[in-house]
Every structure is written in C-alpha cells, then in structure tokens.
C-alpha cells in the first residue's frame, strides 16, 4: 500500500479509540449518555477502524522492510524545547501487539453489548473500556515516555474502576480499591524510571530503551544507570502483571463483569507487564543482575500461581491464576533471551484465555447439565503431585495455596498497618500542636452550632 | 484613560458591584444570583486580558511607596494576567455551588470582597501593597469564623495567620526601611518563614487541617485556594532568596507534599482529608517554584492553576455533599452513584487533575514539576513521583467511600437530593476547564514558560545587583 503512509495509519489506529473516550466521556460528563444501540456502534466502529488501521500498518513496515521507526506528530505540550511530543516507536512488534490488542478489544466489546444489555452501569462500562484500549495501544505504540506513561496510567485507573464496576456492593469497591493500592505502586516505578531515564540520558526517547541505541556502543546508559531503570520497570511490570510479591490482588480483580476480567486479566491488561519487558529487551541485556531478578520473579510466579490455581473454588479465580501461571512463565522466556517465542507465547494465550473467560459461564451452565444428568460430580482422578508428593506435604501445599501464599496478609503486616499506624499518629500529633499552642476550654453554655458555609 | 485599564476597570467592577449591592437589603437568593452573573461577568472580562497580549501592558507606580522600592503597585503582565480568570474562576464556584442555607448576605459580601483583594493581590508587585492586602485576606476569613461555634479554629488560625502577618511586617520593614543593604537577607526570611505559615508547609501546618476540620470549609477554600502564599513567594522571594534559601524552601515543600498526601489517605473525615489534600498540592506548587529551573518553575505556576481550580472544585463536592448527608465520614461506603452521577463524576474529574492523570491540566504541569525537581535534587525529587500516587489513591478512597458501597436509599419522593442545574453546570464548565486544558494545554503551558523565564531574569538582575 505505497499511497497510504504509515503515520496516517497508525494515528488511525490508535486515535479511534481515543476518539470513542472523548464522544462517550462527553455524553457522560454532560449527563447525556448515548442509547446502548449507539453506544455498541460507535465502540464496534472504533475497533474496527483501529484493527484494520494497525493491521495495514503492520502490512506497510513488513513491506518497507525496515526496521525500528519513530513517528513524531509534533509537539503538543508547548513549543518549548522542555514540552511533551506525540511520538510512536513502530517495529512488527509494536504494530503486531496493537493490532493484536484492536481485535481483542472488538471482540469484547462485541460480547459486553449482549452481555450487559440494559445493565444500569452499561455506559460507564464503554467509557472505561474505551480507556482501557486506548491506554493500551498507547503502551504499545510509545515513542516516548510521556506517551508510555499516560498508556500505562488509562489502563491502571480504568481497570481499578471495573472492578469497582458492581459499586452498590462494598466488597468490589474495597476490592478495587486494593487493586489500585498496588498499580500505584506499578506507576510511581515507571513514573520514577522514566524520569530517571531522561535525566540520565537527557532524552524522552523510548528508542534508549526499547531500541538499538540501548545496546550500541554508543548508550549513553552506563551499567549502574541501565540496572536501576532495568529495576524499576520490573517492578512497575510486577505490580502491573501480577508477579510476585503482588500477585494478591488478582483475584479480587475478579469482582468486575466477565468480559472486563477477560480482556484485563485474561489476555491483555495482565500481558502489558511482559510486553513493556519484551520491548525493553535491550536494556535488560545491558544488565544482568535485572535478567536474573525478572526471571527469577517470574519463576517463582509461574510456581506459585500453578499452585494456587488448583485449589480455587471459583472459575474466574482458577483461570486468573491459571494465567498468572502462563505470565510468570514468559516473563522467563524474556529473561533467557527467548524473545520470539515470548511473544508467540504472550499471543497465543491472551488469545486463549480470552476464549477460556468468555465461555466459562456457558461451560459452568453444562457443567451444571452433566452433573444434573449423572446426579454426581464429574469425578477427578487426580494429577501427578497427588501421586508423588507424601499427603503431609500436600495437606501444606494446600493450606498455602488456598491462603494465596498469605500474600496479603504479609503486605498487609508488613507495609500497609505500618504506614497507617505511623500516619494515624501524625494525624494525632497535628492535633497536639493545635493544643500546645492554643488547649481548648470546654464551653460552660453549648450553643447552636452554625454550619454555614459559604 | 487606555483600553488595558478600561477593561481593569472592568475585570474590578462585578465584585465591588455585588459589595455595594449587598449593602442594600436585597433578597438573599436575588442577591446570589445577582452574584453569579457578576461572577461570570468578571470571568470573561479577565479571560479576554488574559488572551489579548497587548492588555498586558499596564505598570502604575507611585512616588508615595517610593521608600518601598521601585516595584509597580498595580501592573499586568505575562505572569499575573493569568492569575485574573483564576481568581474569577473561584468566585464563581464559590457563589454557584453553596448550598442555600449556608450563603447569607454577609456570605455574599465576604466572598466578593475577598475576590477583590484576591484580585488586587495578583496585580501588584509592591512588598507594602501586597502586605495591606494580606492583613485585608486574612481579615475577612476571620470574620467568616465569627460565630461562637467556631471560636477555636478562629482563635488558631489567627495566632498562625496573626504571625505569619507579623513576620511579613517585620520582613517588609527590613527590606524596604532604611539599612536595607544590612537587614535585606533577615527580613527575606521573614517573608519566608511568613510564606510557609500561610501555605501550611511542615512544620508550621498545623492549623490547616484544625480549620478544614472544625471550622468553615467555605471560607477556608475560598482563602486557600488562591494560594496568596505562593504569590508572595514568587513576587518577593524567589528574585532575593540565595540558591542555598530556595534549596532548603523546595525540601520542606517535597516533604510536605509526601506528608499532605499520606495523612489524607488515612483520614475518617472528609474534611479533614480535604486539608491534608490542600496541604499537599500546595506544597508542590511551591516546591516548583523554589526550582530555579524554567521548567519546574513553569510546572509550579501550572500546577498553581491546575491544583487550585481541581482542589477548590473537589472541596465544593464534599460541601454540597455535606449540605445532603451532613457530615462526611470516610470510614463507611455512602453510595449515592445512581442519584447524583453527575457530581460522582466531576467529583472523580477533580480529584484527577489533582493528581496529575493525563488528560487534565495537572499532568504536563506535574510532568515539568519531576523532571525539574528530580533535576535539582536527585533523591528529594522523587517525593513528588511519591505525592503522586498517594494523593491519587486518598481521592480514588474518597470517591468510593462517598458515592460507592452500598445502594442509594429509597426516600420520600419530596426530597430532592440531586444537584440543582446551577451546581451541575458549574461542576461540569469546571471539568471541561480543566480536560480541555489537559488536551490541548499548549497556549497556556507557553505563557507559563515565558512568566517563569521573566521570573527568571528578574532573579538574575536581582542577583546581580
């Protein structure tokens, strides 16, 4: 296609969803939503020009055969030299995983239209997904910092509020709010390697990171620089993926509606974590002591997700866990260096596990049939641990997994009553000072008291 | 008389309009709504001399504050005319979103007068000037904690703001009077120490959260939100201070923003949170503007607006909130979503342009504000990247605590609990501010570039000399 450029595409691409954001954000704010009829058009629309843009973009730079480009759209921010540019760093990788995403997203949104049918929040449901698939084409497509970030921060905030998405009830809310504790922590480490990166580097530039410049013998990244942002970013990615020690919150994740928990924690949102380390392979080549810490993590992910997904009693949780099991497991590929199978992997399941989370109502619905027909459960004959580890040793294992490895009760022993311990008592000592310089007197007569407040 | 002090004239009129009026006894409902009107009024006034550059023309000085310095008493500029819309902008929220029963005439009048000296404060460069206007600011927020209810929150926050005044005095007279080559750098720390007291910065903050608390919310926003104590800084501060007096300015500010940010987390009472909240967006603001680099100090001035207009708009939820459900407390869910979406959602838009989420106006100013920061103080810095995230999840906690949780309860089909179409317009033109802000910042993020480099260049001339 030589008459359609590249930057064409790709602003098409990722600037449909966005689109969808700004008309179905307005209609909201304005307390104005659209009809479900025109909301489902608008949001199969907006994928589907997003998928075919990507995909035919993908098509463009196969055919160009080139290499990594950057895409600049100009300064937005300010004309200042110090502003924020609208940059795309586009490779196959990129473009295959934004087109990936574009299709999943249609997809979903396909399914949520029957789905949530004349549910209250249907509205609320399009915005934040329509937020979520622009974030994460964002993630995808980064040219540069500024970019990634606002990406990264779309898809943490509106996956925080679909778990909240049932908020008449407390547990979601209390859970989604969790959630969003530990993406925090997710974005103040991206947050904190990016701005160490330009300052290191002097540049807002991913292709420091994600492109040759970061293994030419010209990086202006020394060793120490490239393992703490190397660190960073995995601990942005663990929180982000779910790897350990955060992998607490994943299921209570599983309070928001199916098709969210399907393209968040099925397939895309929780692959975004191995996709920004895929791309960020030539950093992680420039220090090793990262390479072992991110394949040590995703090991002992791998391990105790594989665990923790055999004793769940529910089916969102088992497959959440099932696929937290297949994350930790790329996130080993990555750190062996085994990129493309990492990402025929990363795929292949989001793909998978999509399917697994859509038809697990319609399989728990014949699950149900077989039973009803049988008049018992379906028996198990039990896997190879059963049959190699001793019963005191798996009565253990069990009690671990069923507790989820006692994650959260650890993070909350360990950071969570510290801190609010310690800011309960500076609460307390500002109220002191007050006294100490003014001791309050009781009043001897109680008057009215006047609430006005202009 | 020129077209720049014409439309002055203009820009000061509605609020000494609604002065005079509120001398007369007016309706109290005509009385507001003639207060809304001037408020809009005043607020396309300001916005037409904050877009024309050729109305940021005027300089005025007077041989009678000749002893105080050469500086002008009432000029418009790159920097200040900004400032105008700004000051407007608060007036009008104010005016449109109290609750009826909370605005009497004497409500009426103290928020218009303060609108003026805000106003009058943002126009002037004059040490003295914008001393006698301090003492008028604080005055009319004491009068707003006159009554017997209050008695403590006025008694604490006028020993706070009385020496915090007084150090000022003090600082003005050293600096301005005679043996100034001598007592300058003392009387500048005056003003500093004046600066941090007014701001609420760690470890003169304590009255911030006593007032929010127990005293007016009202009041207290409307005298904070303004932010007078970071005008003074950039005014009178950052052109003498040494680069080691801004350094050890900017920590204390980091470390207040952590401090605001994490004690809002954690508070049971709204308004409680809402005064940690303030404390924390305020310190960044001034933690940017104690950067001597261009572009913290441009982030500083950007979250100023960003923070003040989110900050003010956020506390105003929780009034009117206040105004249907009484007191706030963030240990129980509310719920509410289904009655009042409208204020659920402008609620969440405010919190977010606090935080710095993109999309809002606070993400290229806060975006500036690291990189400077991180800049000057490599570890400091990141306090900012911290106060980030805890000021994110103490609004997110707030916004599930007071309209999520638990289903809105059936009432009498006579109470009428969703917003009125003033408050929702007003809630929702304060939204679409600061998105479309956010989206397309660029006019306003140049204009604060070039006012932190005038700033700039004054310090340099000043450093010089």
């Known amino acids: ?454 | 008389m020129s077209d720049a002090w014409l439309w002055l004239a203009a820009a000061a009129a509605p609020p000494a309009a609604v002065i005079g009026a509120s001398l007369f006894p007016v309706d109290v409902e005509r009385m507001r709504r003639f207060a809304v009107m001037s408020a809009a009024a005043m607020l396309l006034v300001t916005l037409v001399i904050a877009g024309t550059p050729h109305l940021h023309r005027i300089s005025w000085t007077t041989s009678a504050l000749s002893w105080a310095g050469s500086e002008a008493v009432i000029r418009v500029d790159t920097l200040s005319a900004v400032f105008l819309p700004f000051a407007a902008g608060l007036w009008l929220l104010t005016v449109a979103v109290t609750p009826r029963a909370s605005l009497d005439r004497g409500g009426v009048l103290r928020t218009a007068l303060a609108t003026l000296i805000t106003l009058a404060s943002f126009l002037t460069e004059s040490a003295v000037v914008l001393l006698v206007l301090s003492v008028a600011s604080v005055w009319t927020f004491m009068a707003a904690l006159q009554d017997s209810a209050h008695r403590y929150q006025r008694r604490i926050a006028g020993i706070y703001l009385g020496v915090s005044t007084l150090m000022f005095a003090i600082g003005v007279v050293l600096m301005a009077g005679p043996g100034a080559h001598r007592t300058g750098t003392a009387g500048m720390w005056c003003i500093v120490i004046a600066a941090l007291i007014r701001k609420g910065i760690v470890p003169f903050h304590a009255w911030v959260p006593e007032v929010f608390d127990h005293g007016r919310l009202g009041p207290a926003i409307l005298f904070s939100a303004p932010q007078l104590g970071a005008y003074m800084t950039v005014v009178l501060i950052v052109p003498r201070a040494s680069p080691d007096a801004l350094r050890l300015i900017a920590i204390l500010a980091l470390g207040t923003a952590v401090y605001g940010a994490a004690l809002a987390l954690v508070q049971t009472s709204a308004r409680r949170a809402c005064g940690y909240l303030f404390m924390s967006q305020s310190a960044l603001v001034m933690a940017g503007l104690d950067c001597t680099s261009e572009g913290a100090l441009a982030g500083g001035l950007l979250v100023w607006l960003s923070a003040g207009l989110a900050f003010a708009g956020l506390a105003r939820c929780v009034l009117v909130l206040e105004a249907r459900r009484g007191r706030l407390d963030l240990r129980t869910f509310h719920g509410g979503y289904e009655r009042m979406p409208l204020l659920a959602i402008t609620f969440l838009g405010m919190g977010l342009a606090c935080t710095g989420f993109p999309g809002t106006l606070g993400f290229v100013g806060q975006e500036l504000l690291v990189d400077g920061a991180v800049e000057e103080f490599p570890v400091m810095g990141f306090a900012i990247v911290a106060a980030s995230a805890l000021t994110g999840l103490a609004v997110v906690r707030m916004y599930f605590s007071l309209f999520c949780g638990r289903p809105s309860p059936p009432t009498a089909a006579s109470l009428r609990l969703g917003l009125t179409p003033r408050e929702a317009w007003t809630f929702v033109a304060l939204v679409i501010a600061l998105v479309g802000f956010g989206v397309a910042p660029r006019p306003l993020v140049d204009s604060r570039f070039v006012a932190a480099s005038e700033i700039l260049q004054v310090r340099q001339l000043s450093i010089g000399r």
């Open chain 1, 1 to 454: 296609m030589p008459g359609v450029p590249l930057t064409v595409l790709v602003l098409v691409g990722a600037g449909s969803p966005a689109m969808l954001l700004l008309v179905l954000g307005t209609a909201s704010l304005l307390n104005r939503p659209l009809p479900e009829r025109w909301t489902a058009s608008l949001a199969g629309a907006a994928m589907l020009i997003s998928f075919a843009a990507l995909s035919l973009a993908l098509v463009v730079h196969g055919a160009a055969a080139t290499d990594t480009q950057l895409l600049s759209y100009g300064a937005w921010s300010t004309s200042h030299e110090r502003g924020i540019a609208i940059e795309f760093l586009v490779d196959r990788l990129s473009l295959a995983f934004a087109a990936l995403s574009a299709a999943i997203a249609g997809v979903v949104s396909a399914f949520s239209n029957r789905y949530l049918h004349r549910e209250p929040g249907y509205n609320r449901y399009f915005v934040l997904l329509a937020m979520f698939v622009t974030g994460i084409l964002f993630v995808a497509l980064a040219g540069n910092i500024q970019v990634l970030f606002v990406g990264w921060e779309f898809v943490g905030l509106s996956s925080a509020l679909l778990v909240a998405f049932f908020q008449e009830r407390p547990a979601p809310v209390a859970n989604a709010f969790r959630v969003l504790s530990v993406y925090r922590i997710s974005d103040a480490a991206m947050l904190s390697a990016a701005v160490l990166l330009r300052n290191v580097a002097g540049s807002d530039s991913l292709s420091l990171l994600f492109g040759r410049a970061a293994t030419s013998p010209a990086s202006v990244l020394s060793g120490t620089d490239a393992t703490i942002i190397a660190v960073l970013l995995i601990v942005a990615v663990a929180g982000k993926s779910a790897l350990l020690p955060f992998s607490g919150w994943l299921p209570r994740a599983m309070e928001g509606p199916t098709p969210s928990s399907a393209v968040y924690y099925g397939s895309l949102s929780i692959h975004a974590g191995c996709f920004l380390l895929l791309r960020s392979a030539p950093l992680l080549e420039q220090s090793p002591a990262a390479r072992v810490l991110a394949g040590a993590l995703g090991a002992a992910t791998a391990l105790f997700a594989g665990l923790t997904t055999r004793v769940q009693s529910d089916v969102k949780s088992s497959l959440a866990y099932a696929s937290l099991t297949q994350v930790g497991i790329i996130v080993v590929e990555i750190a062996l260096g085994w990129y493309a199978i990492a990402f025929i992997h990363l795929a292949g399941h989001a793909c998978f596990r999509l399917l697994q989370f859509l038809s697990a109502p319609n399989v728990l619905h014949d699950l149900h049939g077989i039973e009803d027909a049988i008049g018992d459960r379906p028996s198990s004959r039990g896997g190879i641990l059963d049959r190699m580890v001793s019963e005191r040793v798996r009565r253990r294992l069990f009690l671990f997994a069923l507790e989820r490895g006692f994650l959260d009760s650890v993070l909350d022993r360990l950071v969570v009553e510290p801190f609010t311990r310690t800011a309960r008592r500076l609460t307390r000592l500002d109220a002191w000072l007050c006294e100490a310089v003014l001791p309050k007197r009781r009043p001897i007569v109680v008057e009215a008291v006047d609430d006005r407040d202009e």
